[in-house]
Nanobody
Framework: VQLQAFGGGLVQAGSSLTLSCAAS??????????MGWFRQAPGKEREFVAG????????RYGDSVKGRFTISRDRAKNTVHLQMTSLKPEDTADYYC????????????????WGQGTQVTVSS
C-alpha cells in the first residue's frame, strides 16, 4: 500500500487549507482500517493530529487542533482529507497521512503504513 499526501503549502495565519491523501496498491488492506494524520515540526517529535475509524463513524483529534481541523474519508475513492481552518504559525510542520492496523484506533503505535510528508507553513 502506498499513501500519497498532497495539498500542503504556505499560507497566512487564519487561513484554511485542505490536505488530501490517496491510497494506491493493495488498498483493500485499508478498507477496514482506521486512517489518520500526524505532523512533525522541526526539532520536535511526530504527533497525532486526527484519526478516523474504518467507516468514518468515529473521529478523534489532538488537543491542539480540536475545533479547527476536520478529518474525513471516502472509502470508495480510498482517500482521506484533513480540512484545516484558523491556521496558526504553530501548525507549521510536515503532515503525514497514515494507515492504522486497527479499525478504529489511531496512534503512533498502531500505524502500519506511512505516506510521505506534505509541508504546511503558516506565516504570522
Amino acid at each position: 500500500v502506498q499513501l500519497q499526501a498532497f495539498g500542503g503549502g504556505l499560507v497566512q495565519a487564519g487561513s484554511s487549507l485542505t490536505l488530501s491523501c490517496a491510497a494506491s496498491g493493495r488498498t483493500s488492506i485499508l478498507s477496514n482500517n482506521a486512517m489518520g494524520w500526524f505532523r512533525q515540526a522541526p526539532g520536535k517529535e511526530r504527533e497525532f493530529v486526527a484519526g478516523i475509524s474504518w467507516n468514518g463513524g468515529v473521529t478523534r483529534y489532538g488537543d491542539s487542533v480540536k475545533g479547527r481541523f476536520t478529518i474525513s474519508r471516502d472509502r470508495a475513492k480510498n482517500t482521506v482529507h484533513l480540512q484545516m481552518t484558523s491556521l496558526k504559525p504553530e501548525d507549521t510542520a510536515d503532515y503525514y497521512c497514515a494507515g492504522s492496523r486497527h479499525s478504529a484506533a489511531v496512534a503512533l503505535s498502531t500505524i502500519a503504513y506511512w505516506g510521505q510528508g506534505t509541508q504546511v507553513t503558516v506565516s504570522s
